[in-house]
Structures are given as C-alpha cells and as structure tokens.
C-alpha cells in the first residue's frame, strides 16, 4: 500500500532556541513529496522565536502563551492537514528516509509506525496498540540530543524529575484506560506495576525522596516484589537485561544513600556511567546506543 501524500511534522517548542533550528531543517529535508512542518512555540522567552521565523513560509509558525508541551502539541495537530503527523521534540532530529522506510511498513490495519529515537510520543505511544497495530523499524531515524534538559535522558541526579516521570507515566496508563474503555477492552489496574519502564523511576523517587513519593504508602519491598514480577512479562527486553534490571533494583534498595545515589545516576545518565562500567554492559548485549534498551523503542 502506497502511504498517503499527506504529512505533517507537528514541533513543539519552548526554549530550545539552540536545536529548534536543526529540528525544523531536518523536517524540511524529508525526503517527501508533500510535507508541512508546523512548528508551536509554547512561550520561549529565549531567542526560539527569531530562530522560527528566519524559516519564513516554509514552515507554518504558532506563537502561543505557555501552556505545556501536551497543548502546543494539540494546538498544531487541530492546525495540521497530513494524513500522518509526526510529532518531533525541538532537540531531536529526523533522518531524510524516515518517511521513505516508514512507507514499506504502512497497512490499512496499522495506526502507528515507530523508530529507533525519541519524540513527543508519549500518548501516542498508550493510545496506538488499542487503535491499531504499532510497528516498529528497528533503525535509528531519529536523533536523539542528551543535553541535560531532556525529559528523560539526564546528565545529572535530578530527583523532582524522577517525580516528574512517575506523573507522566501514570497519566499515561490513565489515558491508555480510557482509549481502551472506548474500544470496549479493559487491563488492569496493576499493569502499570508491571512495567520496567516504570519501575525504576518508582525507586529512585522512593529511594531518594521518600517524603515527596507520590504513591502513599510506598515501600522498598513492595517496588521490589513488583520488579520481581516484572521480569517475568514479555516487554520487549531480553531475559538478561530484565535480571540486570532486578539486580539494580535490589542493590539501590539494600545500599546506603549515597552509594544508592550513584548507582540511580548511571541508570539513567548515561554519560555519568564509568567507562569500565559500559564496557560490561556492551559485553552483556544489554545496551543500544548509550543506555539500557527501553520496552517501547521510539
């Protein structure tokens, strides 16, 4: 099946003024017949703005008040006309094929076609699988830029972000349950607590703040016992990797706060990891690119 003529690349933007740039080019530069790049900065109070309109017609610009990345997001998609959207964050960057390779996998059935990456997805990610099939091209098409204000790479021990994530993830389960009502399916409540996405961001807001861990009654024993069941449920990593994923969890829980520190900050900063250390995890094939794979590549 030939994929529609139609698409859109929808990039929210606030503050970003240093890689905005990068992101609308790499839109412009798809190789596709008819592509509009809609880009929605969210208030930037850095130099976003001027960066946006040097790209003049060639791209629709949306100048709104600061209301959050899910609203510039909604806001460019009412404004859109594709007949598929990518959704691209203002840091990342797409790869000239991307839409050429995504075509191969398009079918009547599917809803959603992903890469190897990262975008503002994250909705996308929980309404998809109920809506239709998720395929996924296991190639790199998305750049992904680390520099320490991304929402999920980090470069140093931030702990409200970990907070941050657990809002964002469970809001996404939420919204997940609600897709799937309407499409008369149903999961359960502790499937969220299933997840090793989730998980490790659970502990660390547990392990490092317990006052300000959103889940009341929260215990190290109990986020263990659910990182045991975990391991056991297909989501998209390897045996390996899962065991890795328990053994990290039962050493931050046993270990005093500072060494529990550490370890937290090379799970999720790559960058902070000892070269020793990602020379181990490259040996044990339990990396892709500079961290631990995810369940759902992006």
């Known amino acids: 099946m030939t994929l529609p003529l139609g698409v859109s690349v929808i990039i929210p933007n606030y503050n970003y003024g240093d890689y905005v740039g990068q992101a609308i080019q790499s839109a412009l530069n798809l190789d ?5 790049v809609i880009v929605v900065d969210d208030g930037s109070t850095d130099h976003s703005r001027a960066v946006i309109e040097s790209f003049g017609s060639r791209i629709s610009a949306i100048l709104q008040e600061n209301a959050g990345q899910l609203a510039a ?18 840091d990342d960057v797409l790869a000239p094929s991307l839409l050429r390779e995504a075509s191969t996998a398009w079918t ?55 907070h941050e ?10 919204y997940a349950r609600t897709i799937a009502a309407g499409a008369g ?41 659910h990182f045991a069941a975990a391991c056991f449920v297909p989501q998209g990593l390897s ?14 829980a046993l270990s005093p706060q500072g060494l529990a520190s550490r370890l937290i900050l090379w799970r999720f900063a790559a960058v902070a990891r000892p070269h020793a250390l990602r020379r181990l995890l490259a040996w044990l094939k339990v990396v892709s690119g500079p961290g631990i794979r995810r369940a759902a590549a992006r």
């Open 32 to 36: 596709w017949p008819a592509v509009e």
């Open 165 to 174: 994530q657990m809002v964002r993830v469970r809001q996404q389960h939420a």
């Open 73 to 90: 997001c909604n806001q460019g998609f009412s404004r859109s006309r594709g007949d598929i959207v990518i959704f691209l964050d203002s």
């Open 185 to 225: 399916l149903e999961f359960s409540d502790g499937a969220l607590d299933r997840s090793l996405e989730y998980l490790p961001y659970r502990m660390a807001s547990l392990k490092l703040a317990p006052a300000e861990h959103e889940i009341e009654g929260d215990t190290l024993m109990r986020v263990l016992r």
């Open 239 to 252: 045996l390996r990797a899962r065991l890795l994923l328990l053994a990290w969890a039962w050493t931050v």
């Open 108 to 162: 009547p059935r599917v809803s959603k076609v992903q890469v190897c990456g990262k975008a503002s997805d994250t909705y996308s990610i929980a309404a998809a699988p109920l809506l239709g099939d998720v395929v996924t091209i296991p190639r790199p098409l998305v750049s992904y830029r680390v520099h320490g204000r991304n929402q999920v790479a980090l470069s140093g021990l931030d702990i409200p972000r970990f």
